[in-house]
Each structure stands twice: as structure tokens, then as C-alpha cells.
């Protein structure tokens, strides 16, 4: 599931699951879906600098603030400090 490309700049492929929206009121629940990606990825990349890329804001608002994807495929690149998130498909 690592891919390694070089000097330091590694690939991985996560599908975030989006499961914990259910919980917000539902004209908040997209807000929630990006706040729980940011979420993920510090968690599992333990860094504080994350970059999502507007695809993945576009599939989660696709439906509109009530009806997020339950679950979402990212592809996560590190570049030095700098983690870059942008969805696969």
C-alpha cells in the first residue's frame, strides 16, 4: 500500500470512513465529513500540515450539506512538511 517515489515523497491510499457524520445535525454533516478527513489524515500521517485538494471537497458536497458519501477513497502524498490529499477515481 506504500509506494515510494524518490527522495522522501511517499504515496498511500486510505478510505476514510465517514460513518461518525450521522451524529451531526444534518445541515452540518458535509462540514463535519472535511473536518473528519482533516481528522484522519493528522491522525495517521502525525502531521499538522494537510492540503485537500478541491476534488475531494466537490464529492463531499456533491449531494449537498445533508447527504455525504458514508465512506471516501483519498490518495495521500508527503512532500517534506506538507501532506497533499486528493481523491482517487
Given at each position: 500500500?506504500?509506494?515510494?517515489k524518490?527522495?522522501?515523497?511517499?504515496?498511500?491510499?486510505?478510505?476514510?470512513?465517514?460513518r461518525?457524520?450521522?451524529?451531526?445535525?444534518?445541515?452540518?454533516?458535509?462540514?463535519?465529513?472535511?473536518?473528519?478527513?482533516?481528522?484522519?489524515?493528522?491522525?495517521h500521517?502525525?502531521?499538522?500540515?494537510?492540503?485537500?485538494?478541491?476534488?475531494?471537497?466537490e464529492?463531499v458536497?456533491a449531494?449537498?450539506?445533508?447527504?455525504?458519501?458514508?465512506?471516501i477513497?483519498v490518495?495521500?502524498?508527503?512532500?517534506?512538511?506538507?501532506?497533499?490529499?486528493?481523491l482517487?477515481e
Open positions: 500500500m506504500v509506494e515510494e524518490g527522495e522522501g515523497i511517499e504515496e498511500r491510499i486510505y478510505t476514510i470512513p465517514l461518525g457524520v450521522k451524529k451531526a445535525p444534518r445541515w452540518k454533516r458535509s462540514n463535519r465529513a472535511i473536518t473528519l478527513i482533516r481528522e484522519f489524515l493528522v491522525r500521517t502525525k502531521s499538522e500540515y494537510i492540503v485537500l485538494d478541491s476534488t475531494i471537497n464529492k458536497w449531494r449537498g450539506s445533508q447527504k455525504p458519501p458514508s465512506k477513497r490518495k495521500v502524498t508527503e512532500e517534506e512538511d506538507v501532506i497533499k490529499a486528493e482517487v
